[in-house]
């Protein structure tokens, strides 16, 4: 049963993931967390960070991940396979589809109307993350806000304006501050 849930879950995802990786967390945070439980809201900020750092999509990475932690590396095949799924028949049937009507300029219209609806997907996604980042599970406001993730954050967005590292070694740093950070305070505190 759990493997039918897994597939199903990032049947869902994939199928309805228009954008790319960063359009899906908004899917893969409902199906995971908000409507099975397999994860807490913290544990899939951990996912994402995790999913960045390793090659490959976002989606595909979450699926294993997850399917992995719920029914061990069957269930990482699952997800992952339920994931790519609906792509494979999608793109199939969207290419020969293109193919034939490239050249109409309701189809191109069409592809430019989808434009906003995906940054708009990526902007809630990144809230989101933001959010959960600063505050966690606490309620939003001043007084209960992480001033040290806060920091870590205007630190490596100013990095990545102003370098021109690879932000995969930003994503280190980052995770080195916040070590380094904990270490500090719980020497202090």
Partial sequence: MIYWELFISFV???????GGGYAALPLIQEEIVDNHQWLTIQEFTDLITISQMT??????????????QIAGIPGGLVATIGAVFPSVIIVTILAM???????LDSLQY????LRPVVVALIATAGLSILITSFWGDQVIG???VKLTAVAIFAICLTMLYKTKLDPVLIMLFAGILNVVAGMASSLVG
């Fill in 12 to 18: 869902k995802v994939g199928a309805f993931s228009f």
């Fill in 55 to 68: 090659p490959g999509p976002i989606a595909l990475n979450s699926a294993t991940f997850v399917g992995n």
């Fill in 97 to 103: 589809i293109y193919m034939k009507y490239r050249n």
């Fill in 110 to 113: 069409v592809l430019k109307a």
């Fill in 142 to 144: 001043i007084s209960t």
